[in-house]
């Protein structure tokens, strides 16, 4: 199961598990959205390769504009995954507080 919708304050949830089977839907969801202020992540069980793949392409169509990516309530195993990878020096990560 995966679900991405607007939340309050120019927020976009992710819900489930961002894989290579969600990655076109989550695409196209983040193409037509309007730089968003956040990606909350509070609900989001697993993130794959191909999932790291989405949230970078979206990073750099904020960069572009001036902004930056931030990702808030990011769960410890998520983090990891940011951590290990590298890609917590390039994207805003906060660590959700549980």
Do not use: T
């Not at 695409?27 to 390769?49: G, H, R, T």
């Not at 989405?54 to 750099?60: G, R, Y």
């Not at 309530?73 to 020096?89: A, C, E, M, T």
Request: proline share 1%.
């Amino acid at each position: 199961m995966f679900e991405i919708e607007y939340a309050d304050g120019g927020i976009i949830a992710f819900a489930g598990r961002l894989d290579a089977a969600q990655c076109g839907r989550a695409q196209a969801f983040l193409d037509a959205a309007n730089a968003p202020d956040a990606f909350d992540f509070s609900k989001l069980e697993y993130i794959s390769s191909a999932g790291l793949g989405v949230l970078l392409k979206a990073h750099k169509r904020l960069l572009a504009s001036g902004g930056r990516l931030r990702l808030i309530n990011v769960n410890s195993h998520i983090y990891d995954i940011f951590r290990y990878s590298g890609l917590d020096q390039v994207f805003q990560v906060e660590r959700s507080a549980g």
